[in-house]
């Protein structure tokens, strides 16, 4: 089967001072098949958020991508300004973590949701406003009619993350891109949007492309889970095994540093130092000088991504799973 | 044992709203008490009026036998309750100033409050450095230069300086990468273990709160609607709001719900129960 989106040795470089280029992203392989759910977990400087942009070609001015992101078969990199624009209208749609910034806080909801069906998809005012009402009802935002009216000021920061799933659902994509939805909610809000995104993908059989911090909140809601670190992938496996199956050490230490709350007797374990910016990864494993595996070869030579289990994990050193051979 | 810290029917109201509607609160010395809520809840507000930072319009707060120094009190007043209580934001920048380097933004507390000059005033702002996790000769470094995670540690050192009865953590971990929040959490507990010190530990973030605090309050609409130990409120909430965050909360196997209608922030009818 084609991935319906598929990352091939991603490499992303930004200008740095004196014409110098700073590396944000090492290397990314992941393939989405069409209908799956991918998330794609990481800390500052992990580069998951430009993974995401670079589907739509929102890199900041001045990268330059190496490698490919194909979406059904055509790269990205590649497209011109049409090509773009028809991709971003209607073949992906991204949700971002402060709907605040990408809404014009001047225009009622309404007229946010009915722009791009009216002058895109021609519908006719009174359909277009049809078509609206039955979008919030669809991502469960209760007197549709009144929010429509209302401007993004009225509208709790829950609402109002509910109302740009609406507009991303406007567009009919086949891809949604969620860059850390939820990360300026409230927990019960959190999980009211995540529960909204997850039976919305499901209903309209879309492929999720979800950036977390939040390697639960990923496993709740993926079918597969990508852990990034420092611009290249540490660890991918289905996330349902994430946190039983994972074998490497920083995905280990993630899961360790957010123990279950609710089972008695749970101990958090923090490992030492902080997430290394991509552009300070020397030559070997950017992870080695906070792993207590870390042996010379990690820090000489850059581990490429290996089977493991029903993933693969980019480790010298990968923790042997209880029950199985070291 | 008398309590360190009493807050009996506390009230703050902004203009027609109600920040902070009876709140009561007991904390024993060497005590960490999480104070758990979601925006509006009231949490940070109750953490101000204890600092001092607010004046509240009704209700009591004792704190080591003393109400915080009110708008009018005199300097030695507001020396000797800065003693007693500490606060740590979110956000190291609103109390580390970006232009001092953070050995002098801890030298300057030492100086303030003791008797330290010189070479011994020098040792002790590199002892206590050292003992959030710093490199001594980071004191030259300017809160620019660090981390998220150190200018949290440093927040810290500067607020252990006049070693405080009360440490009053405001969403201190938040906005902190997963892998370092865990780091402050545990150089908090390790700290407590260390010396006698309570914390009060606001955070919206039920998740972590039982690897720091024994104690937990939830807070909705201003007033307490469930409190007790922490791994019994976790693991049985008794009030419904309280179940409904504990069920928010992302972990292995859990699966996010649109929840049914909640009940109103308002429930008169509980009363706080005081850990």
Known sequence: MIPLLEFDALRVTLPGPRGTRRTVIHRVDLALAPGSAVGLVGESGSGKSLTARSVLGLLPP???????VRFDGASVPAMRPPELRALRRGGAAMVFQDPRAHINPLRTVGDFLTEALVSVRGLTRAAADARATALLDEVHVADAA???????????GGLLQRVMIAAALAAEPRLLLADEPTTALDVTTQAEVMAVIDEARRRH???LLFITHDLALAAAVCDRAAVLYAGTLAEELPAHRLATGATHPYTRALLAARPDPTVPGAKLRAIEGRPLPADEAGPGCPFAPRCARATGTCRTERPEPRPSGDGRAACHHPVPLEGSAP | MKPLLEVEQLVKHY?????VDGVDLRLMPGQALAVVGESGSGKTTTARLVTGLETSDAGRITLGGAPPPGPRARRAERLAHARRVQLVFQDPYT????????????AEVLALHGPLRGAALEARRDELLTRVGLDARQAGSRPRALSGGQRQRAAIARALAVEPDLLVLDEAVAALDVSVQAQIVDLLARIREQRPIAYLFITHDLGIVPFLCEDVVVMRGG???ESGRSRDVLTAPRDPYTRALVDSVPRPGWKPARQPARQPARQPERKAVTP
Do not use: F, M, N, W
Not at chain 1, 62 to 68: L, S
Not at chain 2, 15 to 19: L, M, N
């Open chain 1, 62 to 68: 001045g990268a330059r991508v190496d490698g490919d």
């Open chain 1, 146 to 156: 009144r929010r429509l009216r209302q401007r993004p000021a009225e509208l709790s």
């Open chain 1, 205 to 207: 059989g879309l492929t």
């Open chain 2, 15 to 19: 203009g027609a709203h109600t920040a």
């Open chain 2, 95 to 106: 109390s580390l100033d970006p232009r001092q380097k953070i050995g002098d933004a801890v």
């Open chain 2, 223 to 225: 007033r307490i609607v």
